[in-house]
Structure formats: C-alpha cells, structure tokens
C-alpha cells in the first residue's frame, strides 16, 4: 500500500526567506503523481504544485519548486521568497493507478513578519 | 482552475435527524466526485468515490448506510449524513474529477463544518 510521511508538524520562516518542506513517500508503482496542497484558514484546498513521477526535470511554480527524488521516494517542497500570505497547512499527497488522492498528515508553515 | 461549490458551508443539526450536504461542479463536468472527511488539525480521509449514474464504492470502515452519496449528474453529488449524531462533527470536502482516463486533476470544494449537537 501506499504510504505518504511528512515528518515536520509545523515549521516557521521569516518573511522574505526560504523554506522547505520535506515529503516521502512510499509505492511500487512506477507511474504516479506527487502534489503538494496549501489549506489556508479559509479550509478551502488549492493545488501549489504537481509533478509526474516520469519527468526527471523538477517542477516550478513561480516561487514553489520541488525536488522530487524518484529513487529516494523523496519530493519535497522549496518555497522562496515567503510571503505573509503562504502561512497554511501544507499536505504532501500521491495519486497513483486508481487515482485516488494518499495524503500526508501536513506541516502547519507559520510565516513571521 | 476549475470551481466547486458545496452547500451549505456550516450546518449545525440536532442529533438524530439527517443533513444533507450539495457538491457541485460549476464550470465543467466531474465524471468522479470524491468525498473527504477531515478532523480538526488532521489530513484528509476518503470517505468514498462516486461515478455519475452509479452507485458510490466507499473505502474500509465507512458505513455507506449512514452517509448515502448520490452523483445524479455530472455537475451534482450529494452526501447525506443519516440519522446524525455528535461524532459525525467534522469537516466534510468534496471534490470533482473531468476525465476518466489517466490522472485527471481533482478540483476541491470550500468544505461544510457539520456540527451535530
């Protein structure tokens, strides 16, 4: 079965820095996707980031980036350039052949003017 | 990207009685809608999987007598919640999926709290 491990509860940045967020993950599938979710307070889920498990180039979303490291089982998530408006939960999930969504259990991101 | 809407956002019922709670897709058809339960400061637990004009598959340890899911069209799924009672309290999401081949991006909607007293 798959399994999804974010092993920080909570992290904290100043404003202005850089973070990441650390997500593994285990499969024995070798086709899947690997996704990163922001839930602000507002609980409403948005999509920061997507990466197919057969792209070896590391996907970018502006200041979002991941490293994803397909042998390690290891995707995690790099933001630059914190922002007051990134404080949220951030979830780490994995979709692979019956496309459901596996879910880690979050790291609450507290960002600090 | 692509909206949901749930309704309603917040419903507060005496024990006992049902609620049911609306998922729509607003701007595209969702082939699959998903629904989610979610504890207070935990992750998302998958309740069940619903196929428009088919009966919802639900995961392990969800009992689909007590929350009925019905995807009677393309735009809409509804999940009641039977006979309520205090721990069914939760954050219920729903989600909408277009496409029934390969991975297709799943669209989320604004969540109900359910509070059953």
């Known amino acids: 079965a798959q399994t999804v491990t974010q092993s920080q509860p909570e992290m904290s940045v100043q404003e202005a820095e850089t973070v990441t967020l650390s997500c593994t993950y285990d499969?024995?599938?070798?086709?899947?996707?690997l996704f990163w979710y922001k839930q602000p307070p507002s609980r409403q889920m948005i999509l920061v980031i997507r990466q197919e498990a057969y792209k070896q180039q590391n996907a970018t979303e502006n200041r979002f980036s991941v490293n994803f490291q397909k042998a390690a089982k290891s995707f995690s998530l790099k933001i630059s350039d914190s922002q007051l408006g990134d404080t949220a939960m951030y979830f780490c999930a994995f979709a692979g052949n019956n496309r459901k969504l596996i879910w880690g259990l979050g790291t609450s991101l507290a960002v600090n003017p | 990207g692509a909206v949901v809407s749930q309704h309603p956002s917040w419903v507060i019922c005496k024990s006992g009685t049902s609620v049911k709670i609306e998922c729509r897709s607003l701007d595209f058809q969702a082939t699959t809608m998903f629904w989610y339960r979610q504890f207070p400061k935990q992750s998302l637990m998958l309740m069940a999987t619903?196929?428009?004009?088919?009966?919802?598959?639900?995961e392990q340890g969800v009992e689909k007598d007590k929350f009925l899911i019905n995807h009677a069209s393309l735009t809409l799924s509804t999940l009641t919640v039977t006979s309520a009672h205090p721990e069914d309290s939760s954050f219920y999401i729903c989600s909408g999926e277009a496409g029934t081949s390969g991975y297709n991006e799943q669209f989320f909607g604004p969540g109900t709290r359910l509070t059953v007293l």
């Open positions: 499969t024995s599938e070798n086709n899947y996707y």
């Open positions: 619903s196929n428009e004009g088919s009966k919802a598959t639900y």
